[in-house]
């Protein structure tokens, strides 16, 4: 299978634990995204690369997260004191850029956070 | 900014009938308009895409959508439902001017099929 593939699908963690997800994009997509989902709403910008270059961040993402994509290759996104309301699923998505107005993002499965 | 109204949070159909699933959009530029779909567990996936060419987009699985500017409509429709077209469905709208593809999702409408 050659589709984003994120890992792991499901976490459940305890309040005040940190959290690491990885996401692994289509070979020479050169820009990832992450976005969030909540139950009963369509998922939500957070961040995005072009290639290792972490480009924009959304007001969503508080201080307590950070996302790399370390040689443009795979990305990590680490929520440190976790708390409830970062309950969600986190999608990731990747693109190969040519020309703008034709891209098209790819999702992976998402990994479903759960924060006790 | 930009933004997506999801008319209907559900709709059901029996299989073999029409599906309607109705999108408005706002935009400060010329959009481009997307449909994705959600089967449980699984990613979002892209229907169809509309990026300013032709108004009338065909997609995936026998489902379109037409662009209108005059009412700011993007609505989804198939021909006749199949039990395997129950999901969510999310109407998405892009805009360029970021410099990137900033996708702004629709709240979804679940399509509920019945035999």
């Known amino acids: 299978d050659t589709g984003v593939s994120q890992d792991p699908r499901h976490k459940i963690t305890k309040r005040g634990q940190n959290v690491t997800f990885r996401c692994d994009p289509i070979?020479?997509?050169?820009?990832l995204y992450w976005y969030r989902q909540t139950l009963g709403q369509g998922p939500e910008f957070l961040t995005y690369?072009?290639?290792?270059?972490?480009?924009?961040k959304s007001r969503l993402l508080s201080d307590r997260f950070s996302a790399e994509r370390p040689k443009g290759s795979f990305s990590t996104l680490e929520i440190q004191r976790t708390e409830q309301g970062d309950s969600a699923m986190y999608l990731c998505?990747?693109?190969?850029?040519?020309?703008?107005?034709?891209?098209?993002?790819?999702f992976g499965p998402g990994t479903r956070l759960l924060v006790l | 900014a930009q933004s997506v109204t999801q008319l209907d949070s559900h709709v059901s159909v029996s299989e073999g009938t029409p599906v309607l699933l109705r999108c408005n959009y706002s935009?400060?530029?010329?959009?481009?308009l997307f449909w994705y779909v959600q089967h449980p567990n699984k990613g979002l996936q892209l229907l169809l895409k509309?990026?300013?060419?032709?108004?009338l987009v065909k997609g995936i699985n026998g489902f379109e959508a037409e662009f209108k500017k005059s009412e700011t409509s993007f609505h989804l429709t198939k021909p006749s439902a199949h039990m395997s077209d129950a999901a969510e469905y999310f109407c998405?709208?892009?805009?360029?001017?970021?410099?990137?593809?900033?996708?702004?999702f629709g709240t979804g409408t679940r399509l509920l099929v019945s035999p």
């Open positions: 998505a990747s693109s190969l850029v040519l020309q703008i107005s034709q891209e098209t993002q790819y």
């Open positions: 070979s020479e997509h050169n820009r």
């Open positions: 690369f072009q290639n290792e270059a972490q480009l924009e």
């Open positions: 935009s400060s530029y010329s959009p481009s």
């Open positions: 509309y990026t300013s060419a032709a108004t």
């Open positions: 998405v709208v892009s805009d360029h001017s970021t410099g990137f593809q900033k996708l702004v």
